[in-house]
């Protein structure tokens, strides 16, 4: 038997949500859709719901549109099974469904991250502590202290104590065995790097857990030393091979992680991917997946990151949503695809959440001389009562609009109309009154799911409005 799904939805979007759900054929021969009575699905509140929804549900699960505003888990209560708030758009339910009608779960990952304070010894303690909190925010594990050549770090221990009274995990990057003693005497987690030679620098049985590297550079065999005295010592280590920038030995540092995993197949195994975020110029996103794809692959767990130039700003983040989504994908043996939109930054998968024949149905239904604004495959549509208008570019459409003595109005429609076409020419997914989502290139602010957005300052009563793209 499967799961039985009950979907609620409005009037304009029920004969849509009825042919997505037929289109999952067998799956959905348990779901239903009721229609809750109202025109526009995103104007359902938590009391339309509680009073015209019957009883018994006789279902599994309820989902409600994704602009629905209300209280998960006092429905959940009250009628007795789950409430799940679903996608936006009518076209993400596949995704969101997924394989065997559930979520994509993004909450698990098996991937460190280590974020290098790359100037830590020209900050002061506050600076230091207060850049490592935002890292951790963004997805760090582990902040790692970077030392410059020919720079005194004479708060090193200081900004450890400090970091480690916020409870973060700190390691310690620097090429100066003085410096790296400090920091393994200070109460350092980590110490970024030592060899076969180096190693002597702690004691036997050390807590410590330093990352090796090969001596000299891209030598395997002083890697795998190094590894063996440190085990006879009983000293915990992880094990980095070093990946080098394309054209200055890129392609053989890779060959060199695939063996140092057929040679140690137990073993704990770093990458850091600076040498390719901040040395290549391409959005760090899509170098970053490629990266944790072989991370994932060869189960490499502790990745060392660095944002430092201003087109890697992000790329903290972006290693945070790599890692949940090649955890994911791994753990269904499928490929990392349709779990998350979060690395789609410039084109989105799914750019389109209606046709032009189905806004053409849309606007002769409306009632009201609200101003929707929409996007597809032919371009930018403007329609409401009696109008629908189409273009490939915002300025085209300013004729149409009648708006030339509504500053606010006009201002508006400028400001969402000029979204709508850089949607349209990128191929991403536009929203009225939502900011464009570039995944984990933006911070998105977190709204209340529970709660209407105010009214904005342009909404006009006649004459068109600001309206409401809702219709799922």
Not at 260 to 265: D, M, N, Y
């Amino acid at each position: 038997m499967t799961e039985r799904l009950l979907f609620l939805t409005g009037h304009l979007a029920y004969p849509r949500l009825e042919r997505m759900v037929a289109g999952f054929g067998e799956a959905a021969r348990d779901w239903r859709i009721h229609d809750i009575g109202v025109k526009v699905a995103a104007l359902m509140t938590q009391e339309i719901i509680q009073r015209r929804l019957p009883r018994p549900l006789d279902a599994d699960r309820v989902i409600l549109p994704g602009r629905c505003r209300a209280d998960l888990d006092a429905l959940t209560k009250e009628f007795g099974a789950p409430f799940e708030r679903g996608p936006e758009e009518i076209a993400d339910l596949p995704a969101f469904l997924g394989r065997g009608g559930a979520k994509p779960d993004l909450s698990r990952y098996d991937m460190r991250i280590f974020a290098e304070i790359v100037d830590a010894s020209k900050m002061s303690v506050a600076e230091v502590v207060g850049k490592a909190q935002e890292l951790a925010r963004g997805g760090a594990d582990v902040i790692d202290l970077g030392c410059l050549p020919d720079t005194p770090f004479d708060h090193m221990e200081e900004a450890i104590a400090a970091l480690k009274a916020q409870g973060l995990k700190v390691s310690v990057d620097s090429a100066n065995v003085a410096e790296l003693t400090r920091a393994a005497k200070a109460g350092a987690d980590h110490l970024l790097s030592l060899d076969e030679e180096t190693l002597s620098i702690l004691p036997d049985n050390s807590p410590l857990v330093p990352i090796l590297v090969p001596r000299p550079h891209g030598d395997l065999d002083s890697l795998q030393r190094a590894a063996q005295i440190a085990r006879k010592r009983g000293i915990d280590v992880i094990l980095d091979p070093i990946l080098d920038p394309i054209h200055f030995g890129f392609a053989a540092s890779i060959a060199r992680y695939v063996e140092i995993r057929a040679r140690e197949p137990e073993a704990e195994i770093m990458m850091g991917t600076g040498n390719l975020t901040e040395l290549t110029d391409a959005d760090s996103a899509g170098v970053t997946a490629a990266m944790l794809g072989i991370c994932s692959e060869l189960n490499i767990r502790h990745l060392l990151t660095v944002q430092v130039s201003p087109h890697t700003r992000r790329t903290l983040q972006e290693h945070d949503a790599a890692r949940r989504l090649m955890y994911a994908a791994r753990a269904d043996r499928a490929l990392p695809k349709g779990y998350s939109d979060a690395l789609l930054q410039v084109h989105d998968r799914r750019p389109y959440a209606t046709t032009p024949e189905e806004i053409a149905e849309l606007a002769r239904e409306l009632r009201d001389a609200n101003f929707r604004i929409d996007v597809t495959l032919d371009g930018v549509h403007v329609f409401a009562k009696n109008f629908h208008c189409v273009e490939k570019d915002a300025m085209s459409l300013f004729p149409h609009l009648n708006v030339e003595h509504d500053g606010a109005h006009a201002f508006y429609l400028g400001a969402e109309l000029m979204k709508a076409e850089l949607a349209y020419k990128l191929g991403k997914r536009y929203r009225q009154d939502e900011p464009l989502d570039f995944g984990a290139a933006t911070e998105i602010k977190e709204e209340d799911a529970t709660r209407f957005k105010e009214m904005g300052h342009t909404m006009r009563k006649a004459g068109g409005g600001k309206g409401d793209a809702s219709d799922s």
